[in-house]
């Protein structure tokens, strides 16, 4: 049994991560953080579907105090709140899982480009292990931090890498078409997130512009070798959870669906999380609530264009779930456990 801390535990991720680690039976939540409170509370105060379900108050963030309460600490903060947390949990030997941006880019100008603050803990940049299970496992079992992938690159990484080592797309013309819910943007308020703007319409934001990008075409590049870029299309769907990607990858030379499913299908043959599939319509409604992401090939022949629809539950897989999974991997728990 670990003691595992959650910092942001009331926001979006941090509610999650407490409903999937409460079915986890290696684990006790044993310290909870927010920022926004004007006292200690009981979580089931604060989120009050978890009366009766945890008992444990949630504080004000002093990570003094936080240090020897958990093995393990969850930070589902937003970006730049890790610089002042992480370099502490570290120095006393904690394990940590950073859910923001803070440490998935492994360049610091890159970041300070896309997210237009300074990056505060380069040092740690460097400990910091991607996130991504399907392709870091063996070092994420030996990490001590985990930089967690973000949401939209979690769907468009596992959607686009078979095809990409496979040497048969050309890494310059990628398409990657998005759609999220809006618990993608967290729980904080915003005139943007109101209920009347984003019901009843679909809104295309930061079209090439996002701070995803940066991280999607860093693993990209990684696996191909070279240089990758992404045309990235972002938009916002009336909808709670759950992301679909469309993504375009033009084929170097003509290949059969039957060829492209088997590399598909070896890839990910041995993964517990990630289902390729073959039915017709794909949708959201397959994967929220759970720690899959569901991908399905289609080809068009005449224009040599593969079509790859890869979707998830952005809080679970896009995030908490995630998270819980490269938690099992560090501790050599069953990687399904809590997630099933
Ligand atoms: N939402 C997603 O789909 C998603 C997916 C992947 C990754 N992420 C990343 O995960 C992180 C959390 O996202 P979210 O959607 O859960 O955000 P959120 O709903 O806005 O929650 C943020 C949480 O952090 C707390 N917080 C903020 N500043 C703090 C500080 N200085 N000290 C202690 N606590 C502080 C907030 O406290 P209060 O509750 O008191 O305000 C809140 O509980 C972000 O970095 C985000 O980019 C999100």
Same mark, same amino acid.
């Given at each position: 049994m670990i003691k595992v801390g959650i910092i942001g535990a009331r926001g979006y991720v941090g509610e999650e991560l407490i409903k999937v680690l409460l079915k986890h039976p290696q684990v006790k939540i044993s310290y909870l953080a927010a920022k926004n409170i004007d006292k200690v509370e009981p979580i089931g105060v604060?989120?009050?579907h978890l009366r009766g379900r945890l008992d444990l108050n949630c504080e004000v963030l002093d990570i003094k105090k936080a240090v020897p309460k958990a093995d393990l600490f969850f930070l589902a903060l937003p970006h730049t709140v890790s610089f &002042?947390?992480?370099?502490?949990l570290l120095a006393n030997n904690k394990?940590?899982?950073d859910l923001s941006a803070d440490y998935r880019i492994e360049d610091a100008k890159i970041y300070e480009e896309w997210y237009k603050v300074k990056h505060a803990d380069k040092s740690n940049i460097k400990k910091a292990v991607y996130g991504l299970p399907e392709l870091y496992r063996e070092k994420i079992k030996k990490a001590n931090l985990i930089a967690n992938p973000g949401c939209y690159p979690t769907a468009a990484t596992l959607?686009?890498?078979?095809?990409?080592i496979s040497g048969k797309v050309d890494t310059k013309s990628i398409i990657v078409d998005a759609? &999220?819910?809006v618990t993608g943007a967290g729980r904080k308020a915003s005139v943007d997130l109101l209920f009347t703007e984003v019901n009843e319409a679909v809104k295309a934001y930061k079209t090439n512009n996002h701070q995803h990008m940066p991280e999607i075409e860093q693993e990209l590049s990684?696996?191909?070798?070279?240089?990758t870029k992404?045309?990235?299309c972002p938009h916002l769907i009336p909808m709670n959870s759950g992301i679909l990607e469309t993504i375009y990858l033009k084929l170097k030379k003509n290949s059969t669906l039957e060829e492209l499913t088997k590399i598909y299908e070896r890839f990910y043959k041995n993964e517990p999380f990630v289902r390729v599939v073959k039915q017709e319509a794909m949708s959201t409604k397959n994967v929220v609530n759970t720690n899959f992401c569901d991908i399905a090939l289609r080809l068009d022949t005449e224009r040599k264009m593969l079509v790859v629809i890869s979707v998830i539950d952005n809080l679970l897989k896009g995030a908490s779930g995630q998270a819980v999974q490269n938690m099992n991997i560090m501790y050599g728990f069953p990687e399904t456990s809590g997630l099933l």
């Open positions: 604060l989120l009050p &002042s947390v992480v370099p502490m394990k940590v899982i959607g686009i890498t078979p095809a990409l759609k &999220s819910g990684k696996l191909a070798g070279k240089d992404i045309t990235f």
